[in-house]
């Protein structure tokens, strides 16, 4: 494979100078060796494409995705398990991280062990991973914890973008003009954009905590009542949070990445991808009463993805190369428009007790932006409780205020459960 990087992952690479990694943590009881974490990553690694791949610049600087039979082992530091708040520390460490070994793959695993509990960490540059792909190399991995001897699937790397979604769409030439058209539309606006540096200079930090399985419960069913969803509902809570904090600075605006394998069927759900289209939401001011108000965020959220034509989104993108650098300056010195990104991974589809060993916890994922506008908040479900993170930089917004949001958002969260059942 030798594949220019399609542009939602240009955008991700950054540049070769600039980490822009994702973790992944889950908390293990139960022992398994050196050995058997080896294997299981060798197999993991043989089937995925991207992770037998490195990055490399052309003499022009334009990143490719090169395969290569020279490449390193997934590499495994090791290191003594002392907390159970080490994971929020080594995320951190890895945020900071390129990969830019001469033969080392795009992806590394941290092992925090003690005598009966271990953390597994995987980390990997966010150009080739979404959340749904590190749901799978984690399933995968812990399968083959556990049962060494079984033998993964490998599948072929697509070389364009044209490549993979061929036959299911051709781009008309009325696209490729539009395409075209719009290429220079945006030269034009960045052109007159600044590109000054402004993107934060303080530290990338993380924020963790957790819904208990009653609330979590409980918040579900509401939303079912209501005709509303969890995502909806949370997204407006954020919202009202960031409102409630940071007053005239708050936006009103939060950010939701949807999964492309809802549209492209050629990007099977074990392959690994990092594009996610993006739909923008903010709160309808016109509607009365929480419940209203997120079920008309659920209905708008539900048009937004409809409407997406992401095939065509994926071809025309392509036509938008010459303006990547100029877009990823842009994102580093501006504030943007919206609060938060936010991304519900749902119920993941991990066991939770496998033959020799429990898996105690999963920490939705994390991400170290290196963004002027770094306010990331991932949700995920596992044993049926809620767990959050939510990242971002103190020079663009104060870890005290972070966690003022956080207070505000759970308090809000209780109140309305409160009042359901008043």
């Given at each position: 494979?030798?594949?220019?990087?399609?542009m939602g992952?240009?955008i991700m690479?950054?540049?070769?100078?600039?980490?822009?990694?994702?973790?992944?943590?889950?908390?293990?009881?139960?022992s398994?060796?050196?050995?058997?974490?080896?294997?299981?990553?060798?197999k993991?690694?043989?089937?995925?494409?991207l992770?037998?791949a490195s990055?490399?610049?052309?003499?022009?600087g334009?990143?490719?995705?090169?395969?290569?039979n020279?490449?390193?082992?997934?590499?495994?530091?090791?290191?003594?398990?002392v907390?159970?708040?080490d994971?929020?520390?080594q995320?951190?460490?890895?945020?900071r991280?390129?990969?830019?070994g001469?033969?080392?793959?795009?992806?590394?695993?941290?092992?925090?062990?003690?005598?009966?509990?271990s953390?597994?960490?995987?980390?990997?540059?966010?150009?080739?991973?979404?959340?749904?792909?590190?749901?799978?190399?984690?399933?995968?991995?812990?399968?083959?914890?556990?049962?060494?001897?079984?033998e993964?699937?490998?599948?072929?790397?697509?070389?364009?973008?044209?490549?993979?979604l061929?036959?299911?769409?051709?781009?008309?030439?009325?696209?490729?003009?539009?395409?075209?058209?719009?290429?220079?539309?945006?030269?034009?606006?960045?052109?007159?954009?600044?590109?000054k540096?402004?993107?934060?200079?303080?530290?990338?930090?993380?924020?963790?905590?957790?819904?208990?399985?009653?609330?979590?419960?409980a918040l579900?069913?509401?939303?079912?009542?209501?005709?509303?969803?969890v995502h909806?509902?949370l997204?407006?809570?954020?919202l009202n949070?960031?409102q409630?904090v940071?007053?005239?600075?708050?936006?009103?605006?939060?950010?939701?990445?949807?999964?492309?394998?809802k549209?492209v069927?050629?990007i099977?759900?074990?392959?690994?991808?990092?594009?996610?289209?993006?739909?923008?939401l903010s709160?309808?001011?016109?509607?009365?009463?929480?419940?209203?108000?997120?079920?008309?965020?659920?209905?708008?959220?539900?048009t937004?993805?409809?409407?997406?034509?992401?095939?065509?989104?994926?071809?025309?993108?392509?036509?938008f190369?010459?303006?990547?650098?100029?877009?990823?300056?842009?994102?580093?010195?501006?504030?943007?428009?919206?609060?938060?990104?936010?991304s519900?991974?749902?119920?993941?589809?991990?066991?939770?007790s496998?033959?020799?060993?429990?898996?105690?916890?999963?920490?939705?994922?994390?991400?170290?932006?290196p963004?002027?506008?770094?306010?990331?908040?991932?949700v995920s479900?596992?044993?049926g409780?809620?767990?959050?993170?939510f990242?971002?930089n103190?020079?663009f917004?104060?870890?005290?205020?972070?966690?003022?949001?956080?207070?505000?958002?759970?308090?809000?969260?209780q109140?309305?459960?409160?009042m359901?059942?008043?």
């Amino acid at each position: 494979m030798r594949r220019r990087l399609i542009m939602g992952e240009r955008i991700m690479y950054v540049d070769s100078s600039t980490p822009l990694n994702c973790v992944f943590a889950v908390t293990i009881r139960g022992s398994f060796t050196l050995e058997r974490l080896r294997n299981a990553l060798n197999k993991v690694q043989q089937k995925h494409p991207l992770l037998r791949a490195s990055i490399k610049e052309d003499n022009a600087g334009v990143p490719y995705f090169v395969s290569s039979n020279k490449l390193a082992e997934i590499p495994i530091r090791i290191s003594e398990r002392v907390s159970d708040n080490d994971w929020k520390i080594q995320s951190k460490v890895e945020w900071r991280k390129l990969f830019d070994g001469k033969n080392a793959p795009l992806a590394r695993v941290v092992w925090l062990k003690d005598a009966e509990v271990s953390d597994l960490i995987l980390v990997c540059p966010h150009c080739i991973c979404d959340g749904t792909t590190f749901v799978t190399l984690m399933s995968e991995v812990l399968e083959l914890l556990d049962k060494p001897e079984k033998e993964l699937s490998s599948y072929l790397p697509f070389n364009s973008m044209e490549g993979l979604l061929s036959p299911s769409f051709k781009a008309s030439k009325g696209k490729v003009l539009k395409a075209r058209f719009f290429s220079v539309v945006a030269r034009l606006f960045f052109l007159f954009k600044s590109t000054k540096i402004n993107k934060p200079v303080g530290q990338n930090y993380l924020l963790h905590w957790r819904l208990d399985a009653d609330s979590t419960a409980a918040l579900t069913a509401e939303c079912k009542a209501a005709g509303a969803s969890v995502h909806s509902a949370l997204c407006l809570i954020l919202l009202n949070a960031f409102q409630s904090v940071r007053g005239d600075k708050a936006h009103g605006k939060v950010i939701c990445p949807v999964d492309v394998r809802k549209f492209v069927t050629e990007i099977k759900d074990d392959n690994m991808f990092a594009f996610a289209p993006i739909a923008e939401l903010s709160v309808d001011d016109k509607v009365e009463g929480f419940w209203e108000k997120a079920k008309k965020l659920k209905e708008d959220l539900n048009t937004k993805i409809a409407s997406m034509k992401v095939h065509e989104l994926l071809i025309m993108s392509e036509y938008f190369h010459g303006s990547v650098n100029k877009m990823v300056k842009y994102l580093l010195t501006t504030d943007g428009s919206h609060d938060v990104t936010f991304s519900n991974m749902g119920r993941l589809g991990i066991p939770e007790s496998y033959n020799s060993f429990e898996v105690e916890a999963i920490y939705s994922p994390t991400v170290g932006f290196p963004w002027r506008n770094p306010n990331t908040i991932v949700v995920s479900t596992f044993k049926g409780e809620m767990d959050f993170t939510f990242c971002s930089n103190d020079a663009f917004l104060p870890e005290n205020e972070a966690e003022a949001i956080k207070d505000k958002a759970l308090e809000l969260l209780q109140r309305e459960l409160m009042m359901s059942y008043a």
